[in-house]
């Protein structure tokens, strides 16, 4: 089945230092959906990619859809402290009678800013 | 309140007893996820339903959970025969189509 898996799982930064996470998947993804979680709260979503090659932009944070459809990219620059949370990136997941549907979410980024 | 909620909040239960936890979707919304999540890792998809249909439910899903949601609104996880490997963080969303999740806060079960 499909994996997303995502680098680093951890990742200490200097307060404004720029931060990247990056998410790759075993098939091509129909979209991608981006989640933050901070500490001790639930999963919101941030972003969703749809097109080839898409970069989209929210203030500080760009997201970025690979040509093939099997990577994303999220980039945070000068992080703040309320960036601190963990980043998922999250995919359609392969139907047996093919398609895809529902959602299956990476194992996270945890961005830890140091001030 | 027109989020996704969920009920209990914190469950501590002795191994080998049965929990049952409780969500309510977004009203207008047709798709109800059930994801168990432990400390430091990704979501991980348990079953989902789309108005009163389950339409799949994840291999990693043993026979001791079953899900419900009868009348296409709130919905039902229950795990039968807890054990300790069942602790964890059990979070409901729900979403129109194929959209964006709306998550809950989630149930921490703590089995003993």
């Known amino acids: 089945g499909q994996q997303v898996m995502q680098i680093p799982q951890y990742q200490h930064v200097q307060e404004g230092e720029d931060f990247t996470t990056y998410c790759n998947s075993s098939?091509?993804?129909?979209?991608i959906q981006w989640y933050k979680q901070r500490p001790g709260g639930h999963p919101v979503f941030l972003i969703q990619?749809?097109?080839?090659?898409e970069v989209k932009k929210q203030k500080r944070l760009t997201f970025q859809f690979g040509e093939a459809k099997k990577n994303s990219s999220l980039h945070i620059t000068a992080t703040q402290t309320t960036d601190v949370g963990t980043y998922f990136c999250?995919?359609?997941?392969?139907?047996?009678?093919?398609?895809?549907?529902?959602?299956?979410f990476g194992k996270g980024t945890h961005l830890i800013i140091q001030p | 309140d027109t989020g996704v909620s969920q009920d209990p909040r914190h469950k501590i239960t002795k191994r080998g007893q049965n929990v049952t936890f409780r969500c309510d979707p977004i009203?207008?919304?047709?798709?109800l996820y059930w994801y168990r999540q432990t400390l430091g890792q990704g979501p991980e998809f348990l079953t989902y339903?789309?108005?009163?249909?389950?339409?799949?439910k994840s291999r990693l899903l043993s026979d001791r959970f079953s899900a419900e949601r009868p009348k296409g609104s709130f919905s039902t996880l229950e795990i039968q025969r807890t054990e300790q490997g069942d602790s964890a963080m059990y979070l409901c969303?729900?979403?129109?189509?194929?959209?964006?999740?709306?998550f809950g806060s989630g149930t921490q079960l703590s089995v003993l």
């Open positions: 098939t091509t993804l129909s979209n």
């Open positions: 999250a995919g359609p997941t392969p139907q047996p009678g093919g398609g895809a549907d529902g959602l299956t």
């Open positions: 990619l749809v097109k080839s090659g």
């Open positions: 009203s207008e919304h047709n798709r």
């Open positions: 339903f789309q108005n009163e249909a389950q339409l799949e």
């Open positions: 969303a729900s979403s129109l189509g194929q959209g964006r999740l709306f």
